[in-house]
């Protein structure tokens, strides 16, 4: 599990990259406390926080740790699902 400044924009990449490479697509929505979503804001510049939710939602939740997901019910969750063979291309911040 990743420590230290950024620690929740890795933990971010992890579930997505995660999803995808298990579920070969990108999630819809990312299911997560609103302690990380504040801490989104804080770390990413006002514009990459727009693009980040014009391409994800983050929905406020207590009960899922950080599950990402799609309309068809595919989801992971970061640090309670294995973590699949991430591909190469499979790259979030691309």
């Known amino acids: 599990m990743p420590n230290g400044h950024g620690r929740n924009l890795a933990r971010l990449m992890m579930a997505l990259?995660?999803?995808?490479?298990?579920?070969?697509?990108?999630?819809?929505?990312?299911?997560?406390?609103?302690?990380?979503?504040?801490?989104?804001?804080?770390?990413?510049?006002?514009?990459?926080?727009?693009?980040?939710?014009?391409?994800l939602s983050l929905v406020p939740d207590s009960l899922n740790g950080m599950r990402a997901e799609d309309d068809q019910g595919n989801s992971f969750t970061y640090g309670a699902d294995p973590s699949p063979e991430t591909p190469s291309d499979a790259k979030?911040?691309?």
């Open 92 to 94: 979030p911040y691309d």
């Open 17 to 55: 990259e995660g999803f995808r490479a298990l579920h070969g697509h990108w999630p819809a929505r990312l299911r997560l406390e609103q302690g990380y979503i504040d801490d989104f804001q804080n770390l990413l510049t006002d514009k990459g926080y727009q693009q980040l939710i014009s391409k």
